[in-house]
């Protein structure tokens, strides 16, 4: 293993032909475990053009930290050198050649646990994984923050009536708990039972075919003339 900094990498002052795994540190804290026939050009996927919206977590983050990202630590492995590491993490894998080097990133990333790798490459189970413990616990809080805003959103709409009708009616779309009106807000209501903003949506439906206007008119007239008749 050697090491250098991600600004000599990125330079193009360190040649890292060779190496096959590269881990990414700021001091202590290990950030991003991978894997390339090309690391320099890896890395510089990670960041994109210029830290852009496509850029991963690892290129956001060090966009966002320069000039300290700059002097972050990037130790570099050649892939014999991760053997101990594989056998601790998959003692009874059957590891072909072709594999070996996802094996190894796995296992990086189930010892350092980097703050921006989401997931590995094999799926593998293993134990006692800081890294799968990591994310479990991050979904399990995802979730939690999910419920808690539908159970806010429910009580809202509990303690709300319509803009248009000043009642309570059937207000929330089952799938994502929105209400009805909200979300768009063409109309420029902050909130619209369901039954009103299907009102509005045929009354806007028929601004824009005034002949069928005219002939529910005339439906109507005529029917009301047909009522006095009897």
Not at 8 to 19: C, E, P, Q, V, W
């Amino acid at each position: 293993m050697i090491q250098t900094t991600l600004r000599s990498l990125l330079k193009g002052r360190f040649d890292a032909s060779g190496y096959q795994l590269y881990l990414v540190k700021d001091r202590e804290v290990a950030l991003y475990a991978g894997h390339s026939s090309n690391i320099v050009s890896r890395l510089r996927g990670h960041i994109g053009s210029r830290g852009a919206p496509g850029a991963s977590l690892l290129g956001q983050s060090i966009a966002e930290s320069k000039p300290h990202s700059n002097e972050w630590t990037v130790e570099l492995y050649i892939i014999d050198e991760c053997s101990e590491l594989i056998a601790k993490w998959f003692p009874r894998a059957i590891i072909v050649t072709d594999e070996k080097v996802k094996y190894a990133e796995d296992a990086f990333i189930h010892e350092y646990n980097p703050l921006y790798n989401r997931n590995t490459n094999l799926g593998y189970t293993v134990d006692n994984s800081p890294f799968t413990a990591r994310l479990r616990r991050e979904r399990e809080e995802e979730h939690e923050r999910i419920e808690l805003e539908q159970a806010q959103k429910r009580a809202r709409l509990v303690n709300s009536v319509c803009d248009i009708c000043c009642e309570h009616d059937r207000w929330v779309n089952a799938d994502d708990m929105q209400p009805c009106g909200v979300m768009e807000n063409r109309q420029g209501f902050n909130l619209l039972c369901n039954s009103c903003d299907e009102v509005i949506r045929l009354l806007k439906g028929l601004e824009r075919n005034p002949e069928r206007v005219s002939k529910v008119k005339q439906a109507l007239e005529a029917k009301a003339l047909l009522m006095q008749e009897v």
